[in-house]
């Protein structure tokens, strides 16, 4: 496998301290297999012998082995296998190498990537796999535990975190509410708009962290709008991440709430719109707060 350089903003590479961050420390090694990953032991053909797929894009969540899932900002998931004749490039050029001595290891769970895929009976496979310049490098850093700037921010999510154990001590400084359609996870350009405009106001604020909280409306099941608010949220929290700069240590796991909390009624088509909705919290701690 031919593997490459780096990308620009560390903040994409620690999304994973978006998760309690015991967590998103030990995911950047493979482990064995998690169970959201099957493991199929069926070998893939020749890539001549392969037909052209889908560009796959989104940031790495799992990896197993040879194996890794890639979650789009829609929160949609696909498994992608790994194999010799993969290569690994940066935005600033591709190098030759092989797996043998650069390693599939630099695919970190965090990282931004995407993926061009051949297609086989076993699933898809990884042909090429782009990353932006200097995420290789601050990858390493990361895992090797030796970069300042990893350290202050591991050093940032842990004291956050602990002050965040009674969210009563907290003011909302500001709720942004983004709309969706119905059984959608895609972002309007308004909402775009609207999530920047959020976090440029946050971050004129000392010590401010969003809670990002996800509803749909009453329409289908439990189960279903449970997901779905899931991934509305998530699409909130990777838009706000990668688009608008925000710091990932700043934003709280995010929360789907399925139908619950209404704002209008659900026996109208109104109503039903208003409730499709993320909300976007602004909190500042009571302490630092000036009101």
């Known amino acids: 496998m031919r ?21 998103g420390l030990n995911a950047q090694t493979p482990e064995a297999a998690p169970a959201n990953i099957v493991v199929n032991a069926e070998r893939p053909p020749a890539v001549a012998e392969m037909t052209a797929g889908p560009e796959i894009k989104g940031v ?3 990896r197993s082995g040879d194996r890794m899932k890639v979650t789009a900002a829609d929160g949609t998931s696909t498994v992608i296998t790994l194999i010799d ?29 995407s993926v061009k895929t051949l297609q086989w009976s ?28 990893f350290e202050e921010q591991t050093a940032a999510t842990q004291a956050l975190r602990g002050r965040m154990g ?52 009453a329409v289908g099941s439990e189960e279903y709008n449970q997901t779905l608010s899931e991934k509305r949220a998530g699409s909130v929290i990777n838009y706000l991440q990668q688009a608008c700069r925000w710091q990932p240590y700043r934003v709280l796991t995010p929360t789907g709430m399925s139908e619950s909390d209404p ?29």
Not at 128 to 144: C, E, F, P, W, Y
Not at 263 to 291: C, F, H, I, P, W
């Open 60 to 62: 790495i969540t799992a």
């Open 85 to 113: 004749a993969t290569r690994i490039k940066s935005s600033s050029g591709l190098f030759n190498g092989s797996r043998g001595n650069l390693g599939a290891d630099s695919l970190l769970n965090g990282l931004p990537v």
């Open 166 to 217: 009674d969210i009563d001590k907290y003011n909302v400084k500001a709720t942004t509410n983004v709309y969706f359609d119905t059984g959608k996870a895609v972002l309007s350009p308004q909402a775009k708009q609207e999530l920047c405009n959020t976090a440029t106001q946050a971050g004129s604020m000392d010590n401010a962290l969003l809670l990002v909280v996800g509803y749909t409306d």
């Open 3 to 23: 593997t490459i350089s780096h990308r620009s903003g560390a903040g994409l590479l620690i999304a994973t301290l978006a998760l309690p961050l015991s967590a």
């Open 122 to 149: 076993g699933g898809l496979v990884a042909n090429q796999v782009s990353l932006k310049k200097g995420d290789l490098k601050i990858a390493s850093m990361i895992q090797t535990g030796t970069a300042q700037k």
């Open 263 to 291: 704002v209008a009624s659900n026996d109208t088509e109104e109503g039903k719109a208003q409730n499709r909705r993320v909300s976007v919290n602004v909190l500042v701690s009571k302490a630092v707060d000036v009101m």
